[in-house]
């Protein structure tokens, strides 16, 4: 049997930062007179590596196909965002160890929040997930089906993100997939 599922969504950081800046200096600036700030955006990661060297050729042939489809489409390629492929792997390795499949974590937790958890500042942020069950090899599977997505292409080609982070997490014979998007407004 083979199932896949797909969703989509995208987020957007709307506070006062996002809207009154326009380059990194002012932001960087800005940030760091905030009380604290320096704490979140230097705050340890804890570290989920890729979870055996076929799962890294995974996440690593993702962020390939995704940026050859971005250049064929005449954008830039994506910039891999450890930090950001480390909030996608843990997110994909929660809902498989948790049984759910949603941008809305059980808690309630958003893209928004676990990038912002995860020390991240940001512009803009998008999610593309992909579940399949299987399927020997996912990463075919995935990329087809976000671009026959209208909701998951345009998170692929929207030319405002400039960084991703992919985490692959399998469990028994489902695989999740996260991509996560994003602008950094540093």
Known sequence: ????????????????????????????????????????????????????????????????????????????PLENNE?????????SQRMAQENFFSHTGPDGDTPAQRVRDGGIVFLIVGENLFRSTNISDPV??????WMESPGHRENILRSVFAET??????????????????RSLL
């Open 1 to 76: 049997m083979n199932k896949s599922r797909l969703s989509w969504k995208l987020f957007i950081l709307s506070t006062p930062i996002a809207l009154l800046l326009g380059g990194c200096e002012p932001a960087r600036e800005l940030i760091s007179s905030i009380p604290g700030a320096d704490r979140l955006l230097n705050q340890p990661l804890p570290s989920v590596p890729a979870q055996a060297p076929n799962i890294a050729e995974m996440e690593a042939a993702i962020l390939e196909q995704i940026n050859e489809i971005r250049v064929e489409n005449n954008l830039q």
């Open 83 to 91: 930090r950001l492929a480390q909030v996608a792997r843990q997110y």
């Open 140 to 145: 075919p599977a995935a990329i087809q089906g």
């Open 165 to 182: 982070g992919v985490g692959v997490w399998r469990e028994g014979n489902r695989y999740y997939i996260t991509q996560m998007f994003l």
